[in-house]
């Protein structure tokens, strides 16, 4: 499975430049056309995982996109542009969740989104699209755009969600539902470990019983119910000073033996050289 960062992956920058390099191979598959290195490289894989495409947070001191001007005989003028926030997708503002950054989209519309999956799916190779669904937290910038019952407070990478709260917690599950109706084989959840609660009595616990009832949704897509390829990123006891020896990376594997487990040493750290991890999991 290969990662896919739509904002960078082409030359466009866009969801529809990234699905017509894909009906290109395809094209050139067809007509038995030499393929380039690069070509071979792309067509070697049996999915893609797009890096999350939802809405993100933007400079603090950015002007804003819509930019109201100067009053003149009954008319205003305003100053309109596309928003250009593009990175790894993981600031995420979680509302409006389930829609698409306009960032990665050419013609400003989500439709771009579908184009790609059923362009993935259409060609003589099908493949399988994946998702990047990163609701362990919320950046900052959600402090401004969501009620305060969505906060539990300050984490690691911004403010924690609270799990706890039955609306929050439903309200979540409802935008990872529509999010995968686009058409999404599957589901990558970002920092399984970080969904935690914390309370006087127990302290922090892993909410397990949420990640379950995140396998649990169905999608209905073009009258077909399924249910998406599960991938939990999973290190715990991360973030533990042993993690790295104490890890199995089969903790959800064993409560879900139809999912995946992968390792965050090389995501969330980028720390492939850590000697005492590779010899002892070798």
Known sequence: MLEIHPGTATEAGS???????FRDLAA???????LTPADRNLLGYDAVQLMPVEPIAKNEDHPGYFRPGHLSGGRVEVALEKPDMVNWGYDIVVSGFSAVNPAVLETGRPDEL????ATCHDTSR?????????????????LDLLPERFFSGPGMYGQELDYTEPVVRAILLE???????????GIRVD???DFTNWSEERGEWHDDEFLAEMDR?????????????????????WPHEDWELASTYRTLIEQHPHSFQWSPVTFAHNTPALLTFWATKW
């Not at 969801?15 to 390099?21: D, I, Y």
């Not at 579908?114 to 999956?117: A, G, H, M, S």
């Open 28 to 34: 050139k598959q067809r007509a038995g056309e030499e």
């Open 15 to 21: 969801l529809a430049g990234l699905a017509r390099r």
């Open 126 to 142: 099908p493949v399988r699209v994946v998702f990047d669904v990163a609701l362990g937290h919320a950046d900052n910038g959600g």
């Open 175 to 185: 935008m990872q539902r529509r999010k995968m109706d686009f058409g999404a084989d």
């Open 114 to 117: 579908v184009d790609f999956i």
């Open 217 to 237: 949704v169905t999608q209905h897509v073009a009258g077909t119910e399924y249910r998406p390829w599960m991938i939990y990123e999973d290190g715990r006891p």
């Open 191 to 193: 920092g399984a470990q």
